[in-house]
């Protein structure tokens, strides 16, 4: 059982990436922090930033309190949009999250095509739902 591919998967990974970035040094405003996250390095005031911005924060301190106010997936997918945009500027971290999230789909797609004992090689109509698949960035 899984969610790879979605906004809440893609949104959980940014906030865990921001988290660990954050935790891994010890300042209170993360400017200019050079951090590894996800074996990537990065400047974690970009994307904290940004997350500060989206859910309307006012420093990246109170993310974890956030996350943890209220569970429900919309709040998680809802970041799945700086994830699309980080991708689109290059960023290391939000290339690292969507490649995990293409991977994933590719797995879930793989396994149910050999239960369905689908022929090699041969096409097959995929699906996709979600609102991963209606941001338009």
């Known amino acids: 059982l899984g969610d790879e591919g979605s906004g809440y998967a893609m ?3 940014l906030l865990n990436a921001c988290v660990r970035a954050a935790v891994s040094h010890s300042t209170d405003n993360y400017s200019g ?3 590894v996250v996800l074996g990537r390095s990065w400047q974690a005031d970009n994307i904290a930033g940004q997350i500060v911005e989206k859910i309307e924060l006012s420093n990246p301190s109170q993310i974890i309190a956030w996350t943890y106010k209220d569970l429900t997936w919309q709040r998680f997918a809802s970041l799945a949009s700086i994830v699309l ?3 689109t500027e290059g960023d290391q971290v939000a290339i690292e999250i969507l490649d995990r999230a293409v991977y994933g789909l590719e797995e879930t797609i793989l396994a149910v095509a050999n239960k369905l004992q689908f ?4 096409q097959f109509p995929i699906v996709l739902a979600g609102t991963s698949w209606m941001l338009n960035i």
């Open 11 to 13: 949104g959980y990974n």
């Open 33 to 35: 922090v050079g951090n």
């Open 85 to 87: 945009e980080g991708v």
């Open 119 to 122: 022929e090699k090689g041969k």
